[in-house]
């Protein structure tokens, strides 16, 4: 599967942002998704997963009650509403596919990466 991630910007702190990954192929509604991020000169991260129905999702602590992750399987999409963005959220986004989890915080389980979309929040 191939992963197309935009929705990328410049936001001012407190301000929103939805961020979105268009798959291609016919089997996107038998992946688990994640969202992660890298800031400068950090790892990448985790942020948000949803499983391939998504009737589960699982967020990191850092962005629990602020960002939501959902999908269309019709549409071959997962989204990233992101809200109270704040200057630590600056990083380059990706998302990405996994075909054996529920779903997953551990990158590692992810076989399939987007090119990600850079994020910025001015203070």
């Known amino acids: 599967v191939q992963l197309q991630a935009s929705g990328g910007g410049l936001v001012q702190a407190g301000g929103s942002l939805r961020l979105s990954c268009a798959a291609s192929g016919r089997t996107f509604s038998s992946y688990a998704m994640g969202w992660f991020r890298q800031a400068p000169g950090k790892e990448r991260e985790f942020v948000a997963a949803i499983s391939w129905s998504g009737g589960s999702t699982y967020y990191a602590d850092s962005v629990k009650g602020r960002f939501t992750i959902s999908r269309d399987n019709a549409k071959n999409t997962v989204y990233l509403q992101m809200n109270s963005l704040k200057p630590e959220d600056t990083a380059v986004y990706y998302c990405?596919?996994?075909?054996?989890?529920?779903?997953?915080?551990?990158?590692?389980?992810?076989?399939?990466w987007g090119q990600g979309t850079l994020v910025t929040v001015s203070s």
């Open positions: 990405a596919a996994d075909s054996s989890s529920w779903y997953s915080q551990i990158l590692l389980d992810y076989e399939y």
